[in-house]
C-alpha cells in the first residue's frame, strides 16, 4: 500500500508535548519528511530523515520511526505550532512519493 | 537563496490543458543531486505529489495521474514545467512547485513556491 494515515486533528496545551503519528507500509523502508502549513501560506520542511532539522526551525521539532510509524514529537508548544501538519515519504516503489491525509494541531 | 515562483493561467475550460511554469532564481536548475517536482492542494484538501523531473531529466509520476501529466525542465530559462491535460473541476487547487532532496532511504521538498490557485471551470 503507498496510504500514509494521519489523526485528522490533536490539540495540545501550550507549552506542553504533542506527537504527531503517520502510518504505513513504506515506513518500515523509508524515513519520513515532516511539513508544517498555516493558513494561506505553503507548507514548510520542519524535519526530514532520520531526525533533521532545516536551518531556522526550532529545536522542539524533533522526529522518530518505529516499524510502520513515522512520529513528529513538538516538545513545549508554542502558540505558533498551531498549523496543519503533513508527512511524506516514497512509497514501496522507492519512485514516488505520497503525503499523509494530514493533522490539525490546535494549541490551547 | 534559492527561490521559486510558479506562474500561468488561473482559469482553465474542462477537458483543456493546465500549463504551468516554475522559475528558479538563486541557483540553477542544472545543479546535480535535486529534483523538481510540482504538488496541488484541492480546496480545503490536503496535498497530493503529482510528480517530478530529476537533474538528469529522468520523471517520476503519481500513478493516478500519469496519462494526464508532463513534467519538463528548460535549463536555458532555468525554469520547469507542468502540463495536465483533460483537466476537469476535481483539478482545481493550489498548485505548488518544490525542490526535492534524496538521500538512499529518506527524500524530502526542501522549496517551496508560493503556490498558483487554478479554477477548472467553463
Known amino acids: 500500500s503507498s496510504e500514509l494515515t494521519q489523526d485528522p486533528a490533536v490539540s495540545v496545551a501550550l507549552g506542553q508535548t504533542v506527537r504527531i503519528t503517520c502510518q504505513g507500509d513504506?515506513?518500515?523502508?523509508?524515513?519520513a519528511s515532516w511539513y508544517q502549513q498555516k493558513p494561506g501560506q505553503a507548507p514548510v520542511l520542519v524535519i526530514y530523515g532520520k531526525n533533521n532539522r532545516p536551518s531556522g526551525i526550532p529545536d522542539r521539532f524533533s522526529g522518530s520511526s518505529s516499524g510502520n510509524t513515522a512520529s513528529l514529537t513538538i516538545t513545549g508548544a508554542q502558540a505558533e505550532d498551531e498549523a496543519d501538519y503533513y508527512c511524506n515519504s516514497r512509497d514501496s516503489s522507492g519512485n514516488h512519493r505520497v503525503f499523509g491525509t494530514g493533522t490539525k494541531v490546535t494549541v490551547l | 537563496q534559492l527561490q521559486l515562483q510558479e506562474s500561468g493561467s488561473g482559469l482553465v475550460k474542462p477537458s483543456q490543458t493546465l500549463s504551468l511554469t516554475c522559475a528558479v532564481s538563486?541557483?540553477?536548475?542544472?545543479?546535480?543531486?535535486?529534483?523538481w517536482s510540482w504538488i496541488r492542494q484541492p480546496p480545503g484538501k490536503g496535498l497530493e505529489w503529482i510528480g517530478y523531473?530529476?537533474?538528469?531529466?529522468?520523471?517520476y509520476y503519481n500513478p493516478s495521474l500519469k496519462s494526464r501529466v508532463t513534467i519538463s525542465v528548460d535549463r536555458s530559462k532555468n525554469q520547469f514545467s507542468l502540463k495536465l491535460s483533460s483537466v476537469t473541476a476535481a483539478d482545481t487547487a493550489v498548485y505548488y512547485c518544490a525542490r526535492g532532496r534524496d538521500g538512499y532511504n529518506w527524500g524530502a521538498f526542501d522549496i517551496w513556491g508560493q503556490g498558483t490557485m487554478v479554477t477548472v471551470s467553463s
Open positions: 523531473i530529476y537533474h538528469s531529466g529522468s520523471t
Open positions: 513504506s515506513l518500515r523502508s523509508y524515513y
Open positions: 538563486g541557483g540553477s536548475i542544472s545543479s546535480g543531486g535535486y529534483s
